[in-house]
């Protein structure tokens, strides 16, 4: 079974129809890339998979469990899904380590010296560990958002989610995150990644989805999206990013 399963989602806001019938399968491990144009509905359907936003219609399940509506429940599934942030959403008045400590030890009960150890360990792998003792503003936009990685992955989620991790950062801050988002889906994570960046979908992605105007338009290898991509839409956006 799928680790998540969207099946006929739709949403709106208002008049406006951000998201038309979505149906998708996310396999254990694997990394889903969304595309597409302003607009079209990516972070919204990125946003539904933990219900930061609600939809009217359809069901989504998490390893076999629909998604709670809101309570302890949720707060539960919230915890089994990390998500990141175009701003890196870090508590200013605390360290580095506290941010990164928080969550295992009020949520998932660990230890102090238990969550500081794993802590240690998770920003050693983002590269940030000797920025432990100070606070988010001294660190480079760069460095914060690999620190909200490390947070996510503290909570030992099931699946981490990415809404356009990289385009609130410098242009030379941007590798540095997807360097470590790229070492992420070599270990096997399930990742679901909003982004602008091409080359990331092509070195990291399993599967591209292509969303246009709130529609799943197609979705393929990196290699067939990229070489032979079968919708006008989909040959339109790429024709338009990748001659720039």
């Known amino acids: 079974m799928a680790l998540v399963e ?10 406006f129809h951000a998201l038309k019938d979505i ?4 396999e254990q491990g694997e990394v889903v ?3 597409g144009p302003s607009g079209s509905g990516k972070s919204t359907l990125c946003r539904t998979i933990n219900r930061l936003e ?7 399940t998490i390893d076999g ?3 709670p509506e809101e309570g302890k429940a949720l707060a539960k599934l919230r915890a089994d899904v990390g998500m990141v942030f175009q701003s890196f959403n870090l508590f200013a008045h605390k360290t580095i380590l506290e941010n990164v400590t928080l969550g295992p030890v009020k949520v998932r009960k660990q230890s102090k010296a238990e969550a500081e150890k794993r802590a240690m360990e998770l920003l050693t792998r983002v590269g940030v560990e000797h920025q ?3 606070y988010p503003a001294q660190l480079s936009g760069g460095q914060q958002q690999r620190v909200a990685i490390a947070r996510s992955l503290a909570m030992d989620p099931k699946i981490m989610l990415f809404d ?3 385009s609130a950062l410098d242009p030379e801050m941007i590798n540095e995150v997807l360097d470590v988002m790229t070492g992420l889906a070599k270990t096997g994570m399930t990742m ?5 960046e091409m080359g990331f979908a092509r070195k990291a992605a399993d599967r591209v989805i292509f969303m246009a105007d709130g529609e799943l338009v197609e979705q393929a290898t990196p290699e067939e999206f990229f070489t032979k991509p079968k919708s006008d839409r989909a040959k339109d956006f790429l024709s338009k990013i990748l001659t720039n």
């Open 23 to 26: 149906n998708l399968s996310i």
């Open 164 to 166: 356009e991790p990289t």
């Open 33 to 35: 890339v969304v595309i």
């Open 65 to 67: 469990k629909p998604l």
């Open 132 to 134: 432990a003792r100070k």
């Open 6 to 15: 969207i099946s006929g989602v739709n949403k709106h806001f208002g008049d």
């Open 192 to 196: 679901v990644v909003v982004t602008h």
């Open 54 to 60: 609600t939809f009217e219609q359809g069901t989504i």
